[in-house]
Nanobody
Framework: QVHLVESGGGLVQPGGSLRLSCEAS????????MAWFRQAPGKEREYVSA????????YYHYSVKDRFTISRANAANTVYLQMNKLEPEDTAVYYC????????????????WGQGTQVTVSS
């Protein structure tokens, strides 16, 4: 089992930045990919970004590419999502997820989930 806890959400003005963190505990000695998803009210869950254990491969949704950066510090069992140039459309609950092995193609292939952190982009 891997337990995930997100932090770093909040209220930010359009054009601003936030950095989300997700700390893993439990079975962290196994190699696992980590990902960020988001869900806005009335919308489907959206696959935002993902990163392999080594950090050598990443995935970004087209709407956040060039604005968001995913990274991880395995020594700290933590993955980060640096979000720049935030837009009102980025408002959502952001969830961290983990899966043993490589980056997964679908949300249902991620076995472990955090509780989510709210990001609100508004003036």
């Amino acid at each position: 089992q891997v337990h995930l806890v997100e932090s770093g959400g909040g209220l930010v003005q359009p054009g601003g930045s936030l950095r989300l963190s997700c700390e893993a505990s439990g079975r962290t000695r196994s190699e696992y990919a980590m990902a960020w998803f988001r869900q806005a009210p009335g919308k489907e869950r959206e696959y935002v970004s993902a990163i392999t254990w080594s950090g050598g491969s990443t995935y970004y949704h087209y709407s956040v590419k060039d604005r968001f950066t995913i990274s991880r510090a395995n020594a700290a069992n933590t993955v980060y999502l640096q979000m720049n140039k935030l837009e009102p459309e980025d408002t959502a609950v952001y969830y961290c997820a983990a899966a043993f092995g490589g980056i997964q193609a679908h949300h249902f292939e991620y076995e472990f989930w955090g509780q989510g952190t709210q990001v609100t982009v508004s003036s």
